[in-house]
Nanobody
Framework: QVQVVESGGGSVQTGDSLRLSCAASGRSFSRYATGWFRQAPGKEREFVAAISWTGRNIDYADSVKGRFTISRDNAKNTVYLQMNSLKPEDTAVYYC?????????????????WGQGTQVTVSS
């Protein structure tokens, strides 16, 4: 069993940065891939970034590539999402999810555990 809790959201201006954290409980978390997803009002939840359990395989949505960086510290059971050059269209609730395959994939359905989300609001 793995539980994940997101933190670090907030309200910022266009061009600002935020770092989201996904803290996990469960000794096996270091073997899980972790993904970040987001959901804006009236829209479907979409893939943002994913990292394999080793950290070697990383994937980003085109909309965030070059601005967001995902990383993990397995010693701390924590995955981070550094978000730079934020835009109003990045406004959403951001969710962290854990995938027992360890691979780091885009599909929502492969993730076993989800957090409650953290709100990110970017104003122009």
């Amino acid at each position: 069993q793995v539980q994940v809790v997101e933190s670090g959201g907030g309200s910022v201006q266009t061009g600002d940065s935020l770092r989201l954290s996904c803290a996990a409980s469960g000794r096996s978390f270091s073997r899980y891939a972790t993904g970040w997803f987001r959901q804006a009002p009236g829209k479907e939840r979409e893939f943002v970034a994913a990292i394999s359990w080793t950290g070697r395989n990383i994937d980003y949505a085109d909309s965030v590539k070059g601005r967001f960086t995902i990383s993990r510290d397995n010693a701390k059971n924590t995955v981070y999402l550094q978000m730079n050059s934020l835009k109003p269209e990045d406004t959403a609730v951001y969710y962290c999810a854990a995938d027992s395959s360890g691979l780091g994939r885009r599909a929502r359905g492969v993730y076993d555990y989800w957090g409650q989300g953290t709100q990110v609001t970017v104003s122009s």
